[in-house]
């Protein structure tokens, strides 16, 4: 059997985490992306997101509070969409894979995904956020600074304004993490498995 080298199975294979725990920007695809609501009321939508190097985070964003209003992560997921050239999301049930907090054990379960998600190519600006839990266990999540084409690297605004890319490696170099611990541990081994009004617009204007 005649093999080519791939470089990025390269360099997925030579060691190293197979989760996505530092920060930086990270090109890849959207294996899933369910939509929950927690007992307090707000709505959330948390991403299975893979990259090239075969990495995987969990990212979270919390769409509308506890009253149903719209938070800034609902800009955050119209920003996700420009970048994935998806006009419209739309809901239906898949079996995805999550952490059970009850049995304490990764699971399949049915879900409600957003199906134009699933499957898309997207960059991702990721930072690192240190926690400790009400029970006291330092953990770390991996948050959306912002997302990007994964092709041409340009922000939601610059695809929708058919702009050069230039503001990513402006974010990149004012890129921080962000750290909560109030354990005093100086570092986080466990990994956190889970975690309105709409502007008038003209279709005209999306270039997609």
């Known amino acids: 059997m005649n093999i080519s080298l791939n470089p990025n199975l390269a360099k997925a294979g ?10 930086g920007k990270y090109i890849g695809t959207i294996e899933w992306a369910r939509v929950y609501s927690i007992p ?18 969990k990212v979270s964003l919390c769409i509308l509070n506890k009253d149903g209003e719209a938070t800034y992560g609902l800009k955050k997921l119209q920003a996700m969409m420009a970048c994935c050239k998806i006009r419209e999301l739309t809901q239906t049930n898949m079996t995805v894979n999550i952490w059970n907090f009850d049995t304490s054990q990764m699971e399949d379960t049915e879900q409600v995904v957003y199906k134009e998600f699933c499957g898309a190519n997207i960059g991702l600006l ?6 400790t839990s009400n029970s006291g266990n330092d953990f770390f ?7 990007f084409a ?25 890129l921080r993490d962000k750290d909560d611990r109030t354990s005093g541990n100086a ?8 975690s309105g009004q709409q502007d008038n617009f003209c279709d005209d204007s999306i270039p997609f």
């Open 14 to 23: 030579s060691g190293g985490s197979s989760r996505i725990d530092s920060k």
């Open 40 to 57: 307090t009321g707000s709505t959330w939508v948390e991403f299975k997101f893979v990259s090239l190097l075969e990495q995987e985070a």
């Open 126 to 131: 990721l930072y690192r956020h240190d926690k």
């Open 141 to 147: 999540q991996m948050e959306l600074e912002a997302p």
């Open 150 to 174: 994964a092709d041409t690297e340009q922000t939601a605004a610059e695809v929708l304004d058919q702009m050069p890319a230039k503001q990513l490696e402006k974010m990149v170099q004012t």
């Open 187 to 194: 570092s986080s081994d466990f990994y956190q498995q889970a």
